[in-house]
């Protein structure tokens, strides 16, 4: 897969804590970061389709979708972290 070098600044303290992490987990500052920020973009994609579909089912208002609805989030919250 192709690379984009990029320089970011960030706070010292941060920088500290990312290079021991990196050194326990015996990868790069590059493969930290690139792991970190994949996991933050994933996150984000997620909340951002939970907010779709919660905006969808807000105007559920039948009896029978409203106990569908129920069950689907409390599987949906086995699976994913939520707000749900």
Same mark, same amino acid.
């Given at each position: 897969? &192709?690379? $984009?070098?990029? #320089?970011?600044?960030?706070?010292? $303290?941060?920088f500290?804590? #990312?290079? @021991?992490? #990196?050194?326990? =987990?015996? =990868?790069?500052?590059?493969?930290?970061?690139?792991?970190?920020?994949?996991?933050? *973009?994933?996150?984000?994609?997620?909340?951002?389709? @939970? @907010?779709q579909?919660? #905006? *969808? =089912?807000?105007? *559920?208002?039948?009896?029978?979708?409203?106990r569908? =609805?129920?069950?689907?989030?409390?599987?949906?919250? $086995?699976?994913? &972290? $939520?707000?749900?």
């Open positions: 897969m &192709p690379a $984009t070098k990029t #320089a970011v600044s960030i706070d010292n $303290t941060l500290e804590k #990312a290079e @021991q992490i #990196a050194a326990e =987990l015996d =990868l790069s500052r590059s493969g930290l970061y690139a792991l970190a920020i994949g996991e933050f *973009v994933g996150r984000y994609e997620t909340r951002s389709i @939970q @907010q579909i919660n #905006a *969808v =089912l807000a105007d *559920v208002d039948d009896e029978e979708d409203m569908f =609805l129920k069950a689907a989030r409390n599987h949906l919250g $086995t699976l994913l &972290p $939520t707000e749900w």
